[in-house]
């Protein structure tokens, strides 16, 4: 940076130096970071704050069943279970036995037929075969007995399994039926318990919200802008999931709306300022660049003057005409030809030509006093 000299008075510009373009990018990536940061620590108190204990369905579910009906009801499940278990056994053995009385009823055919043949032949049956006829009718008659016994125990069993199935039915309607404002009861519980946590959420976020808020707005000049802005915007987003979390969806879409509508508004309203009332700083940057093209920074007709007497350009092509160097002319003062602002005029203090639209003389420095801008 240039040092003023000691025979001028010191500037009183309000422009800040910018600092080197690596000191700029450290202090966004921070900038990004902090908010980052701000996010999580919001995120920390409000997880905190999440682990309140809700109703306990456990308790209510107590209170409104008795005991002894869902203990009647595990039992009865209990039973059903070993009946089912029982009656399987049953069928398998059932099965195997009537296999057994099949086999047996094979046998007696065949000795019948025997019989039958040797009748025919007057042979009579050997004493073995009549023997062997008779114990196999005997065990036929055993195994039917067991048969029908098995058949009735079977029944019997299905018959107290039906009866389990009836009163566990009628024992769980029952169950349900109590359980029906035992639900009513815990979702208006878990429902205020939201709401409670809502509360202590937003008691936390709206405050700093509110902070965040005046900072940004007031304080938009402060150097510590980008700290306000990053705690601002991860405060916002914050709360803006704890509402979405909490509320439902039609009245956070009129919070998000509402939000947006403040916010282009805000700087619709600032861009429409600054066209219609520009700022000095805003009107300064406007000339530089009028100035930078050759262009009149009021009506933008070309600068013709110097080297560029001759030359044609516009906003587009000014870079592409290049000037003859060498044939350097003293420098004119200059007004525009089509609007008659003064461009270059002569320096109050130094005497050499400087431009009438901009602050300082690029000779010796002076700064312009009634600026037009003001
Ligand atoms: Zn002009
Ligand atoms: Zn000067």
Redo the contacts with the bound molecule.
């Keep these: 940076m240039k040092t003023t000299s000691s025979t001028q008075p010191a500037k009183s510009t309000r422009s800040r130096p910018k600092g080197p373009w690596l000191n700029r990018m450290v202090i966004w990536v921070l900038t990004l970071a902090l908010g980052i940061l701000t996010y999580l620590l919001e995120g920390f108190f409000i997880r905190d704050i999440e682990s309140i204990k809700g109703p306990d369905w456990q308790s209510i579910e107590t209170n409104r069943v008795d005991v002894a009906l869902r203990d009647r009801s595990k039992e009865l499940n209990v039973e059903i279970g070993n009946l089912g278990r029982r009656i399987t056994r049953l069928q398998e053995e059932q099965r195997i036995l009537s296999d057994g009385s099949r086999n047996l009823q094979d046998t007696i055919v065949q000795l019948v037929e025997l019989q039958k043949l040797s009748l025919q032949k007057e042979l009579p049956l050997s004493e073995n075969d009549q023997q062997n006829l008779a114990n196999t009718l005997n065990q036929f008659l055993e195994t039917q007995t067991s048969f029908q016994t098995f058949n009735q125990n079977l029944h019997d069993q299905a018959e107290q399994k039906r009866l389990a199935e009836d009163e566990k039915q009628a024992l769980d309607a029952q169950i349900n039926e109590l359980l029906i404002p035992a639900r009513e009861e815990y979702s208006e519980l878990v429902r205020k318990h939201r709401m409670w946590l809502a509360t202590l959420e937003l008691c936390l976020l709206v405050p700093l919200l509110v902070l965040a808020g005046f900072l940004v707005i007031r304080r938009n000049q402060s150097v510590y802008f980008p700290v306000f802005l990053a705690f601002g915007v991860a405060t916002l987003i914050k709360a803006f999931w704890v509402v979405n979390k909490y509320f439902p969806a039609q009245y956070v879409k009129y919070i998000l709306i509402l939000t947006l509508l403040a916010g282009v508004g805000k700087v619709l309203v600032h861009a429409i300022g600054i066209v219609a009332f520009p700022g000095k700083n805003w009107l300064q940057k406007q000339y530089r660049e009028a100035y930078e093209r050759f262009l ?1 920074p ?2 933008e ?1 070309p600068i013709r003057t110097g080297p560029r007497r001759f030359l044609y350009w516009t906003r587009r092509t000014v870079h592409k005409t290049i000037p003859h160097s060498g044939d350097s002319e003293a420098e004119q003062t200059y007004s ?1 030809p ?4 003064w461009l270059f005029e002569e320096c109050s203090s130094c005497h050499h030509v400087r431009h009438s639209l901009l602050t300082h003389c690029s000779s010796c420095g002076e700064e312009k006093k009634n600026d037009p801008a003001d």
């Design positions: 009149c009021i009506c007709y525009c089509s609007c008659g602002t």
